[in-house]
């Protein structure tokens, strides 16, 4: 059984590993000139920096978690979370209902207030189940904390309403903060919320690409690079896949590329299926790395919720993250901007939007005049999923069709689903363990 593999991500170089550990034929057609997907990472003027967004590594699942570790062996560093949110000229602790005590009194007593009112509304059954992710927030946190933080920061990050985006992905994500965690925090006593993640690791060199490579190292060897797969067909019990000049002939297809990708390379695909293809939504990503001479603040990252500070929604500081990911006495910010193609960023040129982030970090205090020593910009076309309101319908006609196909899929954009590392790396693990 040959199987091929279609896209060198972390889920199809996952998938690549766990075939080659079965003795299983396995080749994996990447598009790119190496593979790594979101998960690359590069070195200059002494810097690392991920390009597809800043990379760390947790999991609530610990046969996941174990899997990364175990394959990063001495190469990782253990950090502790130190995460800010940027409101109103203040580094408000992460996450936001943990920080409360350091907002102005008037927005202290305004999120307090309303999320007590939405627990006492929750309490009684007042609310119906909600409507859409903008509803799930307000009945979750109370409209102050909504207001002052989630709705911008999501509307931001999503660049999507969220009164047009769908409830159903946070449910077991995100629960109801505690009450007496929001009291605490109110008063000033230290509180951690999201805990599965307040302690990460992050590969002392390379960036997490080195994670990428640590889990390919056992097929780099079954790598096909320069390979866009641009026509997929079925003879009998054979794939035939094709890049435009190469054929290469399969068993069995697992594709981690986009849907968007996927569909146009098959014949008589009906119309509802590219319809539903093309309902669905998703965001990219520019990166703008910045590396500085001097200090950066002893912080993680950090969220950036309005659009007046700058368009980038969160900041990181790789240099935080491991000591090698910068020259000494230097330090580094990644900056992560959603974008759409046709809107107002995408026309920005790539010097301008690096313009932009820098003048936005000198507004924040966080550059000076003159310290910045490196920059550098990442595009990524497919960087997030939106979930809007008509995803799940959408999903299910393309997930049908691909499966009545014979095709797997595996992978943040092949699934269409808002998945991390960990859970692409769990998607191939179960995906492998049902074809046993
Ligand atoms: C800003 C940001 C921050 C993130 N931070 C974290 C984090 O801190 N921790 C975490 O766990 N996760 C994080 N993630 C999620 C993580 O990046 C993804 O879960 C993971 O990289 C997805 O891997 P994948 O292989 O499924 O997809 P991709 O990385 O998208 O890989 C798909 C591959 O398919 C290739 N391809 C596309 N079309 C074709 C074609 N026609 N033929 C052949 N190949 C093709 C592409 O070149 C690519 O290499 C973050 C994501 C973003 C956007």
New binding site residues.
């Given amino acids: 059984m040959k199987t091929a593999i279609?896209?060198?991500?972390?889920?199809?170089?996952t998938l690549a590993r766990l075939l080659a550990a079965r003795n299983e034929e396995v080749i994996v057609?990447?598009?790119?000139a190496r593979?790594?997907?979101?998960?690359q990472s590069v070195e200059k003027d002494g810097f690392t920096f991920d390009t597809?967004?800043?990379?760390?590594?947790?999991?609530r699942d610990q046969e996941v978690l174990s899997f990364m570790h175990d394959v990063l062996a001495c190469n990782r560093n253990v950090c502790t979370r130190n995460t800010k949110i940027f409101y109103k000229g203040l580094f408000i602790k992460y996450p936001f209902e943990n920080g409360l005590s350091a907002l102005p009194k008037e927005d202290l007593f305004f999120c307090i207030n309303e999320f007590v009112k939405a627990l006492v509304a929750a309490e009684k059954g007042e609310f119906e189940s909600p409507a859409n992710f903008k509803d799930w927030i307000y009945q979750t946190f109370g409209k102050g904390i909504a207001d002052c933080y989630m709705v911008p920061y999501n509307e931001k990050i999503w660049n999507y309403k969220t009164d047009m985006m769908s409830a159903h992905w946070m449910e077991g994500r995100v629960p109801r903060p505690p009450v007496e965690d929001v009291i605490r925090s109110a008063i000033g006593i230290e509180t951690e919320g999201y805990t599965h993640q307040s302690v990460f690791s992050y590969p002392l060199e390379g960036g997490?690409e080195f994670l990428l490579k640590a889990i390919g190292e056992p097929v780099k060897e079954r790598i096909i690079a320069d390979?866009?797969?641009?026509a997929l067909r079925r003879e009998g019990e054979r794939w035939i896949i094709g890049?435009g000049n190469r054929t290469i002939l399969a068993d069995r297809v697992i594709s981690?590329?986009?849907l968007q990708?996927?569909i146009p390379?098959l014949i008589n695909v009906p119309r509802e299926v590219k319809q539903a293809v093309d309902d669905l939504k998703y965001n990219s990503?520019i990166?703008v790395s910045i590396g500085i001479k001097g200090d950066v603040p002893p912080i993680s990252w950090m969220y950036i919720p309005d659009e007046k500070t700058g368009l980038e929604n969160?900041i990181s500081f790789p240099s935080n993250f491991s000591s090698l990911a910068a020259p000494e006495g230097c330090g580094s910010i990644l900056a992560?901007i959603t974008y759409n193609e046709g809107d107002a960023i995408s026309t920005m040129s790539d010097q301008d939007v690096i313009d932009h982030v820098i003048c936005s970090l000198s507004g924040m205090g966080l550059v000076s005049q003159g310290s910045v020593i490196s920059t550098g910009l990442f595009r990524?076309k497919?960087?997030?999923v939106v979930y809007d309101l008509h995803y799940l319908k959408n999903i299910a006609i393309v997930r049908e069709y691909c499966e009545k196909s014979g095709i797997g899929l595996?992978?943040?954009?092949?699934r269409f689903e808002y998945?991390?590392?960990?859970?692409?790396i769990r998607n191939a693990i179960d995906f492998i363990r049902g074809i046993e």
């Fill in positions: 279609l896209g060198g991500g972390l889920s199809g170089l057609l990447e598009a790119g593979p790594g997907g979101l998960c597809g967004g800043s990379h760390i590594i947790f999991s997490i390979f866009r797969v641009t890049d981690t590329i986009p990708y996927l390379t990503l990166s969160r992560e990524h497919f960087a997030y595996v992978g943040r954009f092949s998945l991390n590392m960990d859970g692409c």
